[in-house]
C-alpha cells in the first residue's frame, strides 16, 4: 500500500540548472507535506514543507510546489549544486494523526 | 546544534536474539517516532510515542516489538526474537516541542544485521 509514491528512483542535472523532484500521493487526508534529504550513512534531514491549504512554499533555493486536484507535490532546487546530490524523500502527514508515509525516494545527482 | 544521536551505528546479531537499539531525542522534543529502512525501499515508520505511551503504530510493530523511554532521555526499540526479515536501517526521530511539530528531526540510523 503506497500512499506517497515517487517514480524517479534517479534524476542527473547539471550544476546550476533546475532539478525538479515529483512526488504523488493517493491520500486526501493528507495535511502536510515534507521533502527530506537524506546522505549515505546519515539519517534524512528535513528541507521544506507545506500544508494542504497552500500551493508552493520558497526557502532559498528550494521551492515545492503542491497540486491538490492531481494530488502531486514537486521539489524545484534552483541553482543545483553537487553538494545537493543526495536522495530526497518526499513525505505526507494524514491530518487523523502524526504518523507519516514516505516515497522511496529520488537519488539527485548535479554534475559539476 | 541539537541532534538526536542513535547507538550503536551497527548491530550484527543471530536470528533469534533480541535487541535493543537506543536514541537519545532532542531534550526539549515532544513526540518520539522509530522506522526503518529496509535496504533499497521506502522508509517505513514504524511507531509513534507521546506522554510517555504509544500513540500511533504500524502493522509492522507487531508484539515482537516495544518501544520505551526508561529515563526521560532514551527512547529503546526492542525487537524481541529477531527474523532475517528484520534486518534494516532503522531511524529514530523526534518532534519539537514548540514550532513545527510536523517537522521530525532524524538520527543517524543503526544498521541492524540479523544472521
Redesign the interface.
Known sequence: D?Q?KQNSPSLSVQEGRISILNCDYTNSMFD?F?W?KKYP??????LI?ISSIKDKNEDGRFTVFLNKSAKHLSLHIVPSQPGDSAVY?C?A?ANT?????????TSLTVIP | EPE?T?TPSHQVTQMGQEVILRCVPISNHL?F?W?RQILG?????LV?F?NNEI??K?EIFDDQFSVERPDGSNFTLKIRSTKLEDSAMY?C?STPRTG?T????????TRLTVL
Open positions: 503506497q506517497v502536510y515534507l527530506y550513512a546519515e539519517g534524512p534531514t528535513f514543507s524523500f513525505a502527514r494523526g502524526n504518523q507519516f508515509y514516505f516515497g522511496t525516494g | 538526536v542513535q513526540y517516532y522506522y525501499q521506502k522508509v517505513e515508520f509513534s507521546y500513540s500511533e504500524s531511524f526521530a513545527f510536523h517537522t521530525q528531526y532524524f538520527g543517524p540510523g
